[in-house]
């Protein structure tokens, strides 16, 4: 048995008790990339190896090892890091990195450290430079991936602050995560400075055995039956910076509404998790999903998932008399809607309306002594805050047509709707 072997089956008997990790697909589509990435030619070789790695991740379940240490806390990152990050570089935990280089405009990056587990991978970063960091600088330096052996991990988002003199900046950046067995790790980002953007790169060395391990890793698979289809959670992924819920949903009308995923929660022992964002890619298939939440506590007791609002839909099929309802309100599943202003203009008739910023009317039509016109388009859209802090969203309908209308016809709305539907996960 050679070398190879024998540690492929020491990780093998060490790990066999753990659970194979699942990658994350396509959670979010590529950030600030405005050209196709260059397709790298694999040889036979490397193809075969890399068969053998994937094998091998399935059969033997590789983990990420277990918690490390910068060896020193990182300065300087306090005010853009939330609790949890905070403790995390209190204790020391990551990778130092110290890898610089210079921007074509002299400014010096600096990739300080990260911090890495199955989740995603934290980059802290300094920009430099003495003659000072203005816009420009700032808006032509853009993260683009992270990519390494077996990774190609994208870049999801990111914050920064500048001192006083805005001599310096000191910013986070999120990647998807990055492979366990990756040595090498390249930050790859756009940059310029008077010509065109360019992709420009750092190498820097990446040490798996300093990634944090997964605290909490199972299965969901339960679904939330909502107006439009339903809701599938399939597992939870929490790790010491985050914790994943990864999804499919089958709703018609999910991207009808503004932020239909911002009303579920996760609560673990009594208490809702502060929720970080979620994404979503369509495809033949349905929409997969993830929602990010912080960090669980290391005591578990409870652990449940709370549908409270999400995307609704109500019939109406109700009819509005344009001569009695101006700037009035009229009641419409519950809601208000105020027909604003009626013109007639080149483009044809212009009716706007205001309702609630979370409702979208569908079926829309007006009435005319000639016969019923169906919506042609929606324009001139703005939200405007009320003295009680209710948004209102105001647009404008066009109709081709220039005869006089008689009613408004409202087939249905969409809107946010509330559930109130729960999901145990056992705690293990």
Do not use: C
Not at 265 to 280: A, H, K, T, W
Not at 362 to 380: A, H, M, N, R, Y
């Amino acid at each position: 048995m050679n070398d190879v072997e024998k540690l492929l089956n020491e990780e093998k008997r060490r790990l066999n008790s753990i659970t194979a990790p699942e990658e994350l697909e396509s959670r979010l589509k590529d950030v600030l990339q405005s050209a196709p990435p260059k397709r790298l030619k694999r040889s036979p070789v490397l193809l075969k190896l890399a068969a053998i790695v994937l094998v091998f991740i399935v059969a033997a379940g590789y983990q990420y090892n277990a918690l490390a240490y910068y060896g020193k806390k990182l300065l300087g990152f306090d005010e853009i890091m939330n609790s949890t990050l905070q403790e995390l570089n209190d204790n020391g935990s990551g990778q130092t990195v110290d890898k610089k280089a210079a921007l074509k405009d002299g400014t010096q990056l600096t990739i300080d450290g990260i911090i890495a587990d199955s989740n995603q991978m934290i980059m802290y970063y300094t920009l430099r430079n003495p003659k000072g960091l203005d816009e420009k600088t700032i808006d032509f330096f853009q993260p683009l991936r992270i990519t390494g052996f077996l990774t190609n991990a994208k870049f999801e988002s990111g914050q920064y602050m500048s001192n006083n003199e805005n001599t310096e900046i000191k910013g986070t950046m999120y990647f998807e995560p990055v492979s366990p067995f990756s040595k090498k790790l390249t930050f790859h980002y756009w940059e310029a400075e008077d010509g065109p953007m360019e992709v420009e790169s750092i190498t820097f060395p990446y040490d798996p055995n300093k990634a944090m391990q997964t605290e909490l890793k199972q299965k969901i698979n339960k679904t939330v039956k909502v107006d439009k289809g339903t809701i599938t959670f399939k597992s939870i992924t929490a790790t010491p910076t985050l914790t994943v819920i990864d999804g499919k949903l089958n709703v018609g009308n999910f991207d009808r509404v503004p932020f239909p995923f911002d009303g579920i929660e996760l609560i673990v022992n009594g208490v809702p998790v502060d929720s970080i964002g979620s994404g979503s890619e369509s495809g033949p298939n349905g929409t997969k999903f993830d929602l990010r939440f912080d960090a669980l506590p290391k005591k578990l007791d409870s652990l449940e998932l709370v549908v409270n609002q999400f995307a609704g839909y109500k019939k109406l099929g109700k009819k509005i008399k344009l001569d009695t309802v101006k700037n009035k309100p009229f009641i419409i599943g519950g809601r208000d809607l105020f027909v604003k202003k009626i013109s007639s203009t080149p483009q044809g008739l212009e009716i706007t309306i205001a309702t609630d910023d979370d409702v979208m009317l569908d079926e829309v039509s007006v009435e005319t002594i000639s016969g019923e016109v169906p919506l042609s388009t929606t324009v001139k859209q703005t939200e405007e805050e009320q003295k009680d802090g209710r948004i209102i969203k105001k647009r404008t309908l066009l109709f081709e047509t220039k005869a006089e209308p008689e009613s408004l016809l409202i087939e249905g709305m969409h809107y946010i709707k509330h559930y109130s539907k729960k999901i145990d996960i056992p705690v293990k």
